[in-house]
């Protein structure tokens, strides 16, 4: 059942920009299989998940995983763990989203919040690239000169990463938050934002070589 429009689940509320492919939603777990109007017009690529109520870890889905079902922690270091009980084993639509029955998605009478990401051309790119353990390294392609990159190492346990061009306005971006710690700003010299997307800078960091990100 569609919670967001069935009427059974009057914590719902929503807001959308569909063409900056951006959801905002809470809603109230059931407990139970369901899925979740998410207002975009196309499928969704990333979907982050947090309890409001609970101290349940941040739920990641996204498109470079192994399994459409594979999800990772945001708080953590840890790979991409293979179960359903998060997304279940459908894809997203246009539409909609599934959530499994897992309490860190879902818990019945416990309150969600939902940040989801729908890839816009020339705006936001949802993707993973190889490193080549290369200080001049892999130039990744996203089509538009980035603002921001979250990288996560799939391939193993690894830090996830923020890069942004308001804090590095110019090359070569060095100032990264790492969301799963709690350190300041710390200065690793790593990327080059470049017209059609980054350029690693960095033969070990977010790079390693054969290491996928």
Not at 81 to 110: E, M, R, Y
Not at 160 to 189: E, S
Request: with cysteine; hydrophobic share 35%; glycine share 10%.
């Amino acid at each position: 059942t569609d919670v967001a429009e069935s009427g059974n689940n009057p914590g719902f509320k929503r807001q959308t920009n569909a063409a900056a492919g951006f959801s905002i939603m809470l809603y109230v777990g059931t407990g139970g299989v369901g899925t979740m109007a998410h207002g975009l017009n196309s499928a969704p690529s990333v979907i982050i998940v947090k309890s409001g109520s609970t101290t349940a870890n941040w739920i990641v889905k996204h498109p470079s995983t192994t399994n459409n079902y594979d999800f990772l922690y945001l708080n953590t270091t840890g790979a991409p763990i293979a179960n359903d009980g998060a997304w279940t084993q459908t894809d997203p639509t246009s539409t909609v989203f599934s959530v499994g029955a897992a309490d860190a998605v879902n818990q019945d009478t416990k309150s969600f919040i939902a940040y989801v990401f729908a890839e816009v051309q020339g705006y936001s790119k949802f993707a993973s690239y190889i490193g080549n353990g290369n200080a001049n390294g892999r130039m990744v392609a996203t089509g538009f000169k980035p603002a921001m990159i979250i990288t996560k190492k799939i391939s193993d346990t690894g830090n996830w990463t923020i890069y942004d061009n308001k804090r590095d306005p110019f090359n070569v971006a060095d100032t990264v938050l790492l969301p799963n710690a709690t350190n300041a700003d710390q200065t690793v010299i790593n990327f080059d934002f470049v017209s059609n997307g980054f350029k690693c800078r960095n033969s070990g960091s977010e790079n390693e070589n054969g290491t996928t990100y």
